[in-house]
Structures are given as C-alpha cells and as structure tokens.
C-alpha cells in the first residue's frame, strides 16, 4: 500500500502538532514537511521530534503550494488553524485543487460547503473529528426525528469547557442545540455556558491540571417544568490524541473518494463512520 501523503496546516498549534507527531510514527502516511500558518507567527520554522516543518505564511503560500505539489504529487490537506482562517483557506485548497480535511471550527459554514460544492476538490468537513462523539451525535440526530416534541418543557443547561485558547464556542455544542430543539427544548446557541478560566475548570468542574491546556467537557442537563425528572449527557475528553484517531479515519475515507475521481463533494464524520 501506497502512503498518504498528508500536509498539516495550523502548526504550531497543539492539535495540529498533535495530529502531525502521530503521522509521522504511523506507516500509512507520509507527513510533508511543509504547513499553512497564520501571518501572526514570526518563526520560519517548527521542530516537530525528529522532522523540520516549514511554516508557510499567507504572504508566500500561493506560490510555495505549487512548488509543493511539484515536487511531492498529489496529498491530502488537514487544517487545525483558526476560525477566522476556515473560508479562505478552503478558497485556497480549492484553488489550489487540494483536497482536505477541515477539523477547524468556526467561519461561515454554508460558504465553506458551497466554496467545495462548486470546485474540483472532495472534502471532509466536521467540527469533531472524535468519532465516538459523532456517534454520540448521531443518536441525538435519530431521538430527533423520530421522537419529535420527547422534552416538550424541559429546561436545558449546557456547559461546555475547553482550554482557554479555544477562542470559539464548541461546535459540537452549537450542533447539539439543534437537536434538543427538535426534541421540543427552547434553547438558543447564545445560552451555552462556555468556560475558558482554569481556575473553574480545576476547582469546580475538576479537570485533571494536567489537561487544562487541552480538554474537551461537555454537559448538556434537562429538568422537566416540575423539577422531578432530571436527564443528563455528558462527553468529557482529556488531551488530543482522539482527535487524531477520527482524523486518521477521515483521511482514509477521502483517499477512497479521491481514488473513485470524486470531485466538489462534502462529506462529514457520519459518511466517514459509515465507510469505515
């Protein structure tokens, strides 16, 4: 079998060095050298382990990128940026005929699948790689339309805690409101109780010190109008290593896509669980 070969873009960020520590011990792929950051990051270069990663400003990336393809072929590009950074680096995947993973949350979702949709490229697109909560996701998605109006007035809390350098509010989060709407629960994406303060997060929720720097908590409460019925869902995820795994998946899953001449195709975490 043929390696992968796979840029990480969002370096040196902590999940895109995560996922790109794990590519380079794993014989199915091929780590490029190279990754996509943001203009804010002065350093040409990044040390990850035993390899040398470029950093590749957005003043140079339309030019080096060709240079890249010439020299390696044909990869598959993975993006852990930033929010702000989400549609114009899928303009420049498509562009540029990369396709590509997007794990980054943030930016404006519909322009992102159109930007896809009406390109040559194939990608994978979802605001959580952990596959074990996308499963999670895709029971709530079942409850909701098949038991329509379940938690007609309930209340809803929802609190959810990241590493104060997450600077969006959790995708998955937002996706879960959609479902407990459907289930009959009045509850808007601006009411998520979002926690960013270690102090909290250590003293109250009592995360391990050891992953405030990393962490994923999610908890999402229902009380029934009387008080007398509580039902209560909670993910809590410590460190980053899961997300390399669903990313690994993803990027399998499009190297089929790819291989069957795919093109201007959106594909998320359920059509990955599906073709796993």
């Known amino acids: 079998m043929n390696k992968i070969k796979v840029m990480v873009n969002g370096m040196p960020g902590k999940v895109a060095c995560n996922i790109a520590t794990h590519i380079l011990a794993d014989d199915r792929f091929e780590l490029i050298c190279h990754s996509l950051t943001g203009a804010e990051v002065v350093e040409a270069e990044y040390r ?10 957005p003043d140079v990336r339309n030019t080096l990128i060709e240079e890249i393809k010439k020299t390696k072929g044909p990869f598959i590009s993975v993006d852990f940026t930033l929010p702000v950074a989400v549609n114009d680096n899928a303009k420049f995947y498509c562009r540029h005929n990369l396709p590509f993973v997007m794990g980054t949350t943030g930016g404006d979702r519909s322009l992102l699948e159109k ?9 994978v697109i979802a605001p959580n790689m952990a596959k074990q909560i996308v499963g999670f996701q895709a029971m709530m ?15 809803l809390e929802i609190k959810e805690s990241h590493q104060s350098t997450k600077v969006d509010t959790s995708g998955t989060a937002k996706a879960m409101v959609t479902y407990f709407n459907k ?16 102090k909290i997060q250590k003293e109250e929720l009592c995360i391990p010190e050891e992953h405030l720097n990393g962490h994923g908590w999610h908890t999402y409460t229902l009380d029934s109008p009387d008080r007398t019925a509580q039902f209560k869902f909670s993910h809590n995820i410590n460190g980053r290593d899961i997300y390399a795994w669903g990313t690994f998946d993803a990027i399998l899953f499009l190297q089929k896509k790819i291989d069957s001449n795919k093109k201007g195709a959106v594909y998320n975490m359920i059509d990955v669980l599906k073709g796993i």
């Open 115 to 123: 930007t896809v949709n009406d390109s040559d490229v194939c990608s």
């Open 141 to 155: 998605a079942y409850a909701a339309e098949n038991f329509p109006g379940l938690f007609n007035g309930y209340t």
């Open 183 to 198: 289930l009959g629960v009045n509850f808007t994406e601006n009411q998520i109780i979002k926690i960013r303060d270690p």
């Open 48 to 57: 990850l382990n035993h390899a040398a990663i470029r950093l590749i400003r």
